[in-house]
């Protein structure tokens, strides 16, 4: 069974910085792109940031226009982070991280909520 | 603003068809056929529902289906019951920004 389970998510202050976390299981992780996404109170869903598959040590990032030069998404062998720097009022959602098969979602962690204010 | 908009909500009475709309441009919904649509529930993490515009992943009803006309891709839902009301979010695939969402269709059953 695929599980995804996030954590690190909390209250921090705005600029501060806060790292979560993604235990992925049931699926050879290494294999499969990973996203990272968010979803604001009372909003919609926001992708965030990718990582590709995990070959060789190496993999490749990308992120959306809003978190670019403040994220970071990394992975190892068996989970995947969110570094999240130089944190914004309008950074406060719950955080989802899932799996990636061909453009699309079908695991999704439970998400864990990150909340930046003063 | 999402880049795909959606209706804020809809809503039908039990048994009937609805159909929520989700228009983009012609960068991603019109130029790829990687349209995704999410089933969440208040408090809980999306459920994937349809993939590349109307196929649907294994357990998923057949009284949801999908599809597309230029840039608006549209989800259908049949034979409305109580367990679907719920929020429906459509995603597509962009050239420019990977991954993109419309604001989410509250969905209300009568």
């Known amino acids: 069974e695929v599980q995804l389970v996030e954590s690190g998510g909390g209250l921090v202050q705005p600029g501060g910085s806060l790292r979560l976390s993604c235990a992925a299981s049931g699926f050879s992780f290494s294999d499969f792109y990973m996203d990272w996404f968010r979803q604001a109170p009372g909003k919609g869903l926001e992708w965030v940031g990718r990582?590709?598959?995990?070959?060789?040590?190496?993999?490749t990032t990308s992120y959306a226009a809003s978190v670019r030069g403040r994220f970071t998404v990394s992975r190892d062998d068996s989970k995947l982070y969110l570094q999240m720097n130089s944190l914004e009022v309008e950074d406060t959602a719950v955080y989802y991280c899932?799996?990636?098969?061909?453009?699309?979602?079908?695991?999704w962690g439970q998400g864990t909520l990150v909340t930046v204010s003063s | 603003q999402s880049p795909l908009t959606q209706p804020s909500s809809v809503s039908g009475s039990l048994g009937q068809s609805i159909t929520i709309s989700c228009t983009g441009t012609s960068g991603d919904i019109g130029a790829y056929n990687y349209v995704t649509w999410y089933q969440q529930y208040p408090g809980k993490a999306p459920k994937l529902i349809i993939y590349?515009?109307?196929n649907r992943p294994s357990g998923v009803s057949f009284r949801f289906s999908g599809s597309k006309s230029g840039n608006t891709a549209s989800l259908t839902i049949s034979g409305l019951r109580a367990e679907d009301e719920a929020d429906y979010h459509c995603?597509?695939?962009?050239?420019?920004?990977?991954?993109?969402f419309g604001g989410g269709t509250r969905v209300t059953v009568l």
């Open positions: 590349d515009v109307n």
């Open positions: 990582a590709t598959n995990y070959k060789g040590d190496t993999y």
């Open positions: 899932a799996q990636n098969y061909y453009y699309r979602s079908e695991y």
């Open positions: 995603s597509a695939h962009s050239s420019t920004r990977s991954v993109i």
